[in-house]
């Protein structure tokens, strides 16, 4: 009864259920130790940004380049403050408002950017206050350049002068004639009143739309390894029931040409075509 499973049609069906489902299977489990690892990154840069909260500021030339290691570590750094920015429609505790951005240019040549903190409302020249003057000494959480479009950063354009809508270096380069560190820095405590911006984690390590995307691409592929199992049982119990009714001559004449051949049927089929041959025949009188 289930010497079909020989013929080529299927020979193919199967070599495709044993490709399939390993893959299926591959893809699913690569997907979930996507999501287990920014689960983990997520995790990491929480304690990190914890422990770097009572941890010793390092100078800033030492932690750099910012990458998921430094990122949210504390530094210091002295120089002179600059130029002064607004970062407009920032939220801080629910509420809508601005950072107040100062370049600090320091002894290597290199401004760094510097978030003294975040005041509530539209963006006004006239609410921030002043830096200090004279040499000061910042120390705050090291942050990586923002990427527009990415973790609530604005990527809007036109902006008043004075402002920009996000905290990185190719932002910054056409407002300032300063060479600029690829980092930045938010105070651990907000200048001349204003609310200090907590560090936030580095890019890819939150559980964002990305980490629960590969979720959701992990079931999708274990559904996927399960519909072909299915499919192929489908298949499978289907020819069986037509082999069943082949052998009983159920099966109708319109579906011969697709079902698979049955040597017993076809006798029949023969011996029913010379009785009725023979049914037709005019007897020949003896004598």
Not at 59 to 87: C, E, F, I, N
Not at 117 to 140: E, F, H, I, N, R
Not at 192 to 207: D, E, I, N
Not at 255 to 273: E, L
């Amino acid at each position: 009864m289930y010497r079909f499973l020989l013929t080529p049609r299927w020979w193919g069906i199967n070599v495709f259920v044993l490709l399939a489902i390993p893959f299926c299977v591959f893809m699913g489990s690569w997907q979930l130790s996507r999501f287990e690892g920014r689960v983990e990154d997520h995790r990491t840069a929480t304690e990190q940004a914890s422990s770097g909260r009572d941890e010793a500021a390092r100078p800033l030339d030492s932690m750099l380049p910012v990458d998921k290691s430094t990122s949210g570590r504390r530094v210091t750094a002295s120089g002179h403050y600059g130029k002064q920015l607004l970062v407009p429609g920032r939220e801080l505790d629910g509420e809508r408002g601005f950072y107040v951005l100062t370049l600090l240019r320091t002894d290597s040549g290199k401004a760094l950017p510097v978030v003294r903190g975040w005041l509530p409302g539209t963006a006004d020249s006239a609410k921030a206050p002043a830096p200090p003057t004279g040499v000061v000494t910042v120390t705050g959480a090291l942050q990586a350049s923002e990427t527009p479009g990415d973790n609530g950063v604005s990527a809007q354009g036109g902006l008043p002068a004075g402002q920009t809508a996000a905290i990185s270096s190719a932002s910054l380069v056409n407002l300032v004639p300063d060479r600029l560190y690829d980092a930045w820095v938010t105070l651990d405590k907000g200048d001349a009143g204003m609310k200090a911006v907590p560090a936030s984690a580095p890019t890819g390590t939150g559980l964002d739309l990305k980490a629960f995307q590969n979720l959701g691409y992990t079931g999708e592929w274990f559904v996927f390894a399960g519909f072909v199992v299915f499919m192929w049982f489908r298949l499978l119990r289907r020819e069986l029931e037509f082999q069943r009714d082949a052998a009983l001559g159920l099966v109708p004449e319109d579906s011969a040409g697709s079902a698979v051949s049955d040597p017993s049927a076809d006798s029949d089929a023969s011996a029913g075509s010379d009785d009725s041959g023979d049914s037709r025949r005019t007897p020949v009188p003896s004598g």
